[in-house]
């Protein structure tokens, strides 16, 4: 009995052990080069705050917590928007629902390079849907956000929603299968109608899958890299960068260490906000 209880212990302690080390052991590690003079190498140095103040000063950080703002807010609420529409209208239980349904949940199975990619060329001025209309007579057409500072962030949001709002579909469509039929047949024995059942009923039951989401999308934004540097770049300039695109510019391009680990130190406070209450709210609510 002793041997069997210590058995799955030790089954696990390598992978614990790992994760300890190569995840919260890292993470240390980027917290003190964040109050470190580190440069183009890490320098164990004590700067204390220095750092954060630098990069509160920095222009080009402001730019990226203001596009983080304007892309998170936007790709958010709009890929929950459209994912729980989306959701709901299959829900009716429509012909060749499977085959809408992989249609929709097709694009997460893409990388966000892949999505970049695509949508670089399709919003290109010179290759995609403006020279399309411009082939086909409509020469007053014109799209030109992607190179337009004050508008290629919007790109970043169409891409993004083009491809999450499918998962969140797929996940909203799960737990509308997962509420009770007697629960709804006998709202409507009562005269109730759909959009009141949607709203009195199903949404309040679906409150577990929509902070799940709620979390998993904001996560999403958070650590948005990829889609950002295969879309724009961060451009034109820095027009379009957000935390971890600076972060990454200022640790491996410019060979200032200290700053890209403030910058991913602020990215993990934004999570840990995200997260923390969520949990606590679980926790308390198991109790």
């Known amino acids: 009995m002793h041997q069997k209880g210590w058995l799955p212990k030790l089954?696990?302690?390598?992978?614990?052990?790992?994760?300890?080390?190569?995840?919260?052991?890292?993470?240390?590690?980027n917290g003190y080069l964040s109050v470190s003079a580190s440069r183009l190498l890490p320098n164990y140095e004590f700067v204390g705050l220095e750092q954060y103040l630098r990069l509160w000063e920095?222009?080009?950080f402001r730019?990226?917590?203001?596009?983080?703002?304007?892309?998170?807010?936007?790709?958010?609420?709009?890929?929950?928007a459209i994912g729980m529409l989306l959701a709901v209208l299959l829900d009716q239980k429509i012909r060749a629902e499977g085959v809408l349904r992989t249609v929709y949940l097709y694009p997460m199975a893409l990388s966000f390079i892949v999505t970049g990619t695509?949508?670089?060329w399709i919003l290109n001025p010179g290759l995609g849907l403006e020279?399309?209309?411009h082939r086909w007579g409509w020469d007053s057409f014109s799209f030109e956000w992607l190179i337009d500072p004050d508008r290629a962030i919007y790109c970043i949001v169409i891409a993004g929603i083009w491809q999450s709002a499918g998962f969140v579909m797929a996940l909203f469509l799960a737990g509308l299968r997962g509420i009770d039929d007697s629960i709804i047949k006998a709202a409507q024995m009562d005269g109730a109608s759909l959009p009141r059942i949607y709203?009195?009923?199903?949404?309040?039951s679906l409150r577990p899958v929509v902070f799940s989401t709620l979390m998993i999308v904001s996560h999403l934004a958070i650590k948005s890299f990829d889609l950002v540097v295969a879309l724009t770049a961060g451009?034109?300039?820095?027009?379009?960068?957000?935390?971890?695109?600076?972060?990454?510019?200022?640790s491996f391009s410019r060979g200032q260490i200290g700053q890209g680990a403030a910058a991913a130190t602020v990215m993990l406070a934004m999570?840990?906000?995200i997260v923390v209450p969520y949990l606590y709210s679980e926790l308390r609510t198991k109790k």
């Open 11 to 29: 089954v696990v302690a390598p992978s614990f052990v790992v994760g300890l080390a190569f995840i919260y052991g890292l993470m240390a590690w």
């Open 58 to 60: 920095s222009e080009r």
């Open 235 to 250: 451009g034109p300039g820095f027009s379009t960068d957000l935390p971890a695109t600076f972060m990454y510019a200022m």
């Open 63 to 80: 730019v990226a917590l203001t596009n983080m703002a304007i892309f998170g807010g936007l790709f958010i609420g709009g890929a929950m």
């Open 271 to 273: 999570i840990a906000a």
């Open 131 to 133: 020279a399309t209309m």
């Open 118 to 120: 695509a949508w670089k």
């Open 199 to 204: 709203w009195r009923i199903v949404l309040p």
